[in-house]
């Protein structure tokens, strides 16, 4: 079984810019959720799908937003981005609520500059 | 809301010892604990996890035990192998939700 998809693997962009990040779980499962990783503030939750709703969110600002497809694939989008948002954006799926195991994906590094 | 601590932040052994990392959460309803480990370029794999009526949990060269009255829990490897060098994580969760809180992480070097 295919592992968690993530597009693109690198990203290059600048400050004011927005980006779209995407993400395809494991077949079958049906929860997505999207963490951010950098050295300073380590892995932090940003928010939770689960059929085409949005469950959880994190302690991040409006400008990061995030939708789920019928077919539970996930993107998140950063408006206006600034320097501090360069990190690795990780996807993990799990089969569904209250299905604790999360499996990640290779991520998404972004750069802004 | 919740908050994990890990440590040691860096560990290195021998090829051949145990290493034992150890986490300590802060809420008390916390039920999931999994451990991830993380190689260079690479996203978290999930290796072993527990759910708090659980003690211990074994699976070949690692384990992990959970204390719920003092909070703690910590993964356990033996006989340790070079390509075990990696950052492992330990995270919590809550009933009900799907976000994880991670510890800062242990950057793991076997030494052959």
Request: proline share 5%.
């Given at each position: 079984?295919?592992?968690?998809?993530?597009?693109?693997?690198?990203?290059?962009?600048?400050?004011?810019?927005?980006?779209?990040?995407?993400?395809?779980?494991?077949?079958?499962?049906?929860?997505?959720?999207?963490?951010?990783?950098?050295?300073?503030?380590?892995?932090?939750?940003?928010?939770?799908?689960?059929?085409?709703?949005?469950?959880?969110?994190?302690?991040?600002?409006?400008?990061?937003?995030?939708?789920?497809?019928?077919?539970?694939?996930?993107?998140?989008?950063?408006?206006?981005?600034?320097?501090?948002?360069?990190?690795?954006?990780?996807?993990?799926?799990?089969?569904?609520?209250?299905?604790?195991?999360?499996?990640?994906?290779?991520?998404?590094?972004?750069?802004?500059? | 809301?919740?908050?994990?601590?890990?440590?040691?932040?860096?560990?290195?052994?021998?090829?051949?010892?145990?290493?034992?990392?150890?986490?300590?959460?802060?809420?008390?309803?916390?039920?999931?604990?999994?451990?991830?480990?993380?190689?260079?370029?690479?996203?978290?794999?999930?290796?072993?996890?527990?759910?708090?009526?659980?003690?211990?949990?074994?699976?070949?060269?690692?384990?992990?035990?959970?204390?719920?009255?003092?909070?703690?829990?910590?993964?356990?490897?033996?006989?340790?192998?070079?390509?075990?060098?990696?950052?492992?994580?330990?995270?919590?969760?809550?009933?009900?939700?799907?976000?994880?809180?991670?510890?800062?992480g242990t950057r793991l070097l076997v030494s052959p």
């Open positions: 079984k295919a592992g968690v998809t993530q597009t693109p693997r690198y990203l290059i962009k600048t400050r004011g810019q927005q980006v779209t990040l995407s993400c395809s779980p494991i077949s079958g499962h049906r929860s997505v959720s999207w963490y951010q990783q950098t050295p300073g503030q380590g892995l932090q939750f940003l928010f939770e799908y689960f059929s085409e709703t949005q469950r959880n969110k994190g302690n991040f600002p409006g400008r990061f937003s995030g939708r789920q497809f019928s077919n539970s694939r996930s993107e998140m989008n950063v408006s206006t981005l600034e320097l501090g948002d360069s990190a690795l954006y990780l996807c993990a799926s799990s089969l569904g609520r209250g299905h604790g195991e999360q499996y990640f994906g290779p991520g998404t590094r972004l750069t802004v500059t | 809301g919740e908050n994990v601590e890990q440590h040691p932040s860096t560990l290195s052994v021998q090829e051949g010892d145990s290493a034992v990392i150890k986490c300590t959460y802060s809420d008390s309803a916390s039920n999931y604990f999994p451990w991830y480990k993380q190689e260079l370029g690479k996203g978290p794999q999930l290796i072993i996890d527990i759910r708090s009526n659980v003690g211990e949990k074994k699976d070949q060269r690692i384990a992990v035990t959970l204390n719920k009255t003092a909070k703690h829990f910590s993964l356990h490897i033996t006989e340790t192998q070079p390509e075990d060098s990696a950052v492992y994580f330990c995270a919590a969760s809550i009933p009900g939700f799907q976000k994880l809180v991670f510890g800062t």
